[in-house]
């Protein structure tokens, strides 16, 4: 008896294990990349592609297709077709390719009927000593981790903080799942506490509004008094406004818009969304056509010339086309493809568990996306993907969270 038990101990622990060690890599993806110049970042993206597809691989084989994996098969079949009918006639093998690389959100979410919260004790902990590690060794070394920043045509600013992620606005997206997970899962608000001030030295404007609108979401469609959720609005509001105005440069932001409109600025994210508007509607209804616009497909590309900042540093380096999935997906995909990727996302986070999450709370997460996607390329990126696959599980676990022997009980809420 006691080996039959020792046995389901270490069956239980090896899956928390390979998802400790996918979740470590996938942080210090950019950090080893940089410091060994080995193709590590390159390599790891195959992987997880190749052992998805081969998930999806056996199931067609064996004639047990699951929701989550027909949307995955739409996606890319969709895609291809709009990046053929595109106005830059993208060849079938580009299309196809560029597809695949828009759909890693929807490859990821067929891994979700396969995870729990439960299974991330290990990874959340690996990562959380990781974050506070590499923030410290970053404030130390200061010049070892500048060192390593990615050589662009713009000024980084090395006073945010960034630790292994090499990134403001991962490090940033690392603090907000630890910040989230320690306070709604382990139930650890001092811990939460030290992320949350993580996140904010980060001075990530778009993770630290979406941090507050998850929070806001959470305090309102739980079962607390209503005097409670107003005063977790107030509070949560407040708190945000005054690490906006405080810490991070908003109005900057505003400036740097303003200017690249109507001035001789070169804010690349106002301009990937500006330009992308203008290839969706010149080339109505599919854009110009999978690896033209946004993408790591797209060097060199005529779409660039068309929307007039083909010669700017951040193009020609490819430093910024990543900044705006938004203007990523109408360039290449149009408007027809945006509306597809918006429907699919809902289609996909209503049935990437094994029951379907209500519609609201399927519409929210949705809204995340979609907001994430102005400022990242959430759509063709496994990082941010696999970090609303997080979200998504917390929110899954809550409406689905199974009460102890009565029918009417809910789910205890913070």
Sequence with gaps: MIQVAQRREVSAFAPSVLYALVAVSIFLNNFVTRATGLPFGQALDALILAFFLLLIAISLLRGRVKKSQMILILSVLLFTIFSVLGGLQSSLSNSVISAIIFSKFFIVITFARHLKLDDLKLAMRMLAALHIIGGVLSLIFGSFFISLLPDVAFTLDTSRLMGFSLNANRAA?????????????????????????????????????????????????????????????????????????????????????????????????????????????????????????????????????????????????????????????????????????????????????????????????????????FFRTVASDFFYSFFFLFLFLVIYQKYNRKPDGNKNAHPPHP
């Excluded at 020609?316 to 997906?329: E, L, P, T, V």
């Design 173 to 373: 997206t690392i603090s907000c799942v630890l910040m989230i997970y320690f306070y709604f899962v382990e139930r650890k608000p001092y811990v939460a506490v030290i992320f949350a001030t993580a996140l904010i030295l980060s001075e990530s404007r778009s993770l630290t509004v979406l941090a507050s609108l998850f929070i806001m979401f959470w305090f309102f469609t739980s079962n607390i008094l209503i005097v409670k959720k107003l005063f977790a609005f107030a509070f949560i509001s407040a708190a945000t406004w005054v690490a906006l105005y405080t810490f991070i440069e908003l109005e900057d932001t505003i400036l740097k818009i303003e200017g690249t409109l109507y001035g001789d600025l070169y804010y690349i994210r106002a301009a990937m969304l500006i330009g992308g508007l203008q290839l969706a509607s010149e080339f109505f209804p599919f854009g110009a056509g999978g690896g033209t616009f946004g993408s790591s497909m797209s060097f060199g590309s005529q779409a660039y010339e068309i929307v007039g900042i083909s010669h700017w540093n951040t193009v020609i380096d490819m430093s910024g086309i990543y900044d705006s999935g938004i203007g990523a997906i109408l360039g290449e995909y149009g408007y027809f493809g945006l509306i597809f990727y918006a429907f699919l996302v809902v289609a996909g986070i209503r049935n990437f568990g094994a029951r379907r999450l209500p519609f609201v709370p399927a519409l929210f997460l949705t809204s995340l996306v979609l907001y994430m996607n």
